[in-house]
């Protein structure tokens, strides 16, 4: 991803809520990542206490708890930065700067046509725009927008059409904000889905990938689609041991509801079985294997490794990662934020 | 649950998966809980570090890594009980028991036709019984056969008939096994779901209920599809707060994938919106809140309370319960095994 973003003029900015551990941001940034995304303040901390600066947490943080800590956290990343997109909530920001004698940078907040977080119209935008430079405690430095909804398309014509409309959308509101004078320094988002087409579309200054660097099943679904193979290896695997094996046909793992996120279906084998068996939930602490017909069944407390379905959810249920090179156990790290 | 296990003769003995906290434990053994279920090694190493004795762990221990762990853990809780449901890893389980001079209490789980974990036929029962009988190093205290797949059947005579059934296969085994001296002490099973069954079934000698102490939405509808009130009050709930409000109908809150377990369904409001509203997974820290039309939204900042789809992996998401009474917060409570 590093490369990706020397070719194309884009810097890497990857986002911590995927892997939520300052080990991996290490690697990251070493590996030449500008600085980091976060979902949370919980997260941010979690960096700025690592020695990281210039975090983007990518929600809008409501109300005076929250804002407070941002504001504490300045102590640590004076070049913190937060997004709005809401005209009542950068008041309250600003105003909390002014009464704590800092300034927070910011970026607004633009809806991609999913209507999770930013504002809704590009006249809305604009409007937020000038109000937040009007605001004495913040400073304007850009724009946000994360097309979510379009980074699991699995159709590759689909996915590129989906993702240019959200790009050209953008365009004609950095130009009308251009024109205005108020050029955005800054214009963050895409994802692991669409960093290839980002590219293309020439209007991101910054890409949030995350997923990228562990992968899932949902993210290798993307590229099996149209034929491809992934462009990034699978790094991420949840390790379980068959504990019953009294029925032919399937063997019961100890893996279940509590071990990984099941919003994006079902663990893949990858070691330990038939690459062709399958697995399904079978409670909150146990996995059905099924093997198919012919092919051996996997004895009781043979270990299976599976790939996840969604990476980040999957790796917040866990207080550590155990990282292997090949058989062998090289190193243990914490899953810093995990739950913040 | 105490009050029930009284009227009829039935030990209560509350699953710790469920809530994974010593305190609650403590309360619940006050109200009258004969000991405790744990579903892993790692819940009964918290139950043991924090003085409670007589655990059992309710899935078989496999390898040489967690039968190591519960040889350890006698030296907290010498009454400790496994289940077995495989010869080889009974015996393996005897073996390294003799070699570390220890004896440890085991039951011999039955498969009550759900194929997760236990024998799988009364002869394999009656078999592995005996089997068991002959280690010298374990001492056979009874059956356990828990029925997880009849728990959640919410037409009331479907659970009903589907609970006996196991209820009576069981009393068969029995029967069979006091013919051969072989009488269970202890008959282990029953769920939230069941326990009233399980009473008018008369056979089992104490009951695993875990959920009722929090209950959740699974359950409540196990009720509610038969226009009965659930006998256990709601004590969970997830706190979220509204971060984004730029569309007429709904709301953005900060609780999604990371928040609720999703393998039961979508979580219900409970306060701070209109209870007719509709929540909807919005990604990885973000959840959609629909309101009716005619309804007034929850505004930036709301705070809205939610019951959860599945208590158990839920609460596996967070390391604090807050223990509140009307509005005031009286205490915070760790998740101690949270995640082993």
Same mark, same amino acid.
């Given at each position: 991803?590093?490369?990706?973003?020397?070719?194309?003029?884009?810097?890497?900015?990857?986002?911590?809520?995927?892997?939520?551990?300052?080990?991996?941001?290490?690697?990251?940034?070493?590996?030449?990542?500008? /600085?980091?995304?976060?979902?949370? +303040?919980?997260?941010?901390?979690?960096?700025?206490?690592?020695?990281?600066?210039?975090?983007? +947490?990518?929600?809008?943080?409501?109300?005076?708890?929250? +804002?407070?800590?941002?504001?504490?956290?300045?102590?640590?990343?004076?070049?913190?930065?937060?997004?709005?997109?809401?005209?009542?909530?950068?008041?309250?920001? /600003?105003?909390?700067?002014?009464?704590?004698?800092?300034?927070?940078?910011?970026?607004?907040?633009?809806?991609?046509?999913?209507?999770?977080?930013?504002?809704?119209?590009?006249?809305?935008?604009?409007?937020?725009?000038?109000?937040?430079? #009007?605001?004495? /405690?913040?400073?304007?430095?850009?724009?946000?927008?994360?097309?979510?909804?379009?980074?699991?398309?699995?159709?590759?014509?689909?996915?590129?059409?989906? /993702?240019?409309?959200?790009?050209?959308?953008?365009?004609?509101?950095?130009?009308?904000?251009? $024109? *205005?004078?108020?050029? =955005?320094?800054?214009?963050?988002?895409?994802?692991?889905?669409?960093?290839? +087409?980002?590219?293309?579309?020439?209007?991101?200054?910054? *890409?949030?990938?995350?997923?990228?660097?562990?992968?899932?099943?949902?993210?290798?679904?993307?590229?099996?689609?149209?034929?491809? =193979?992934?462009?990034?290896?699978?790094?991420?695997?949840?390790?379980?041991?068959?504990? #019953?094996?009294?029925?032919?046909?399937?063997?019961?793992?100890?893996?279940?509801?509590?071990?990984?996120?099941?919003?994006?279906?079902?663990?893949?084998?990858?070691?330990?079985? #038939?690459?062709?068996?399958?697995?399904?939930?079978?409670?909150?602490?146990?996995?059905?294997?099924?093997?198919?017909?012919?092919?051996?069944? =996997?004895?009781?407390?043979?270990?299976?490794?599976?790939?996840?379905?969604?990476?980040?959810?999957?790796?917040?249920?866990?207080?550590?990662?155990?990282?292997?090179?090949?058989?062998?156990?090289?190193?243990?790290?914490?899953?810093? $934020?995990?739950?913040?």
């Amino acid at each position: 991803m590093s490369k990706h973003g020397q070719d194309h003029d884009l810097a890497i900015r990857p986002h911590v809520k995927c892997h939520k551990s300052a080990q991996i941001a290490a690697l990251q940034r070493a590996a030449g990542a500008m /600085s980091f995304c976060c979902a949370t +303040i919980g997260e941010a901390e979690m960096m700025a206490a690592a020695g990281f600066t210039s975090i983007l +947490i990518t929600s809008p943080l409501v109300g005076e708890d929250k +804002i407070g800590r941002a504001i504490a956290l300045t102590q640590l990343d004076a070049q913190l930065c937060l997004v709005v997109d809401n005209p009542a909530n950068a008041a309250q920001l /600003s105003d909390l700067c002014a009464l704590a004698g800092v300034s927070i940078d910011v970026l607004v907040d633009v809806d991609p046509g999913m209507h999770r977080t930013g504002v809704a119209s590009q006249i809305a935008a604009i409007e937020l725009v000038g109000y937040v430079r #009007s605001l004495p /405690s913040l400073g304007y430095q850009g724009l946000q927008c994360y097309a979510g909804h379009v980074q699991h398309i699995e159709d590759a014509e689909a996915r590129q059409e989906a /993702s240019l409309a959200v790009m050209g959308a953008l365009r004609v509101l950095c130009e009308e904000l251009k $024109a *205005l004078d108020w050029a =955005p320094a800054v214009i963050s988002g895409g994802g692991t889905g669409t960093y290839l +087409i980002d590219a293309q579309a020439a209007v991101l200054t910054e *890409l949030q990938a995350g997923s990228y660097v562990v992968m899932d099943n949902q993210y290798n679904n993307v590229w099996a689609a149209n034929a491809l =193979p992934p462009p990034f290896d699978v790094a991420l695997f949840v390790q379980s041991a068959v504990i #019953s094996a009294n029925h032919p046909g399937h063997v019961t793992c100890d893996a279940g509801f509590k071990h990984f996120a099941v919003d994006g279906g079902r663990p893949v084998v990858a070691r330990g079985a #038939s690459l062709a068996s399958e697995y399904e939930y079978f409670g909150d602490v146990h996995g059905l294997v099924r093997t198919p017909p012919g092919q051996p069944q =996997p004895g009781l407390g043979a270990r299976i490794e599976f790939v996840v379905p969604h990476c980040d959810p999957t790796i917040n249920l866990y207080d550590q990662y155990h990282c292997v090179r090949g058989d062998q156990l090289v190193a243990i790290w914490p899953v810093d $934020a995990r739950g913040v």
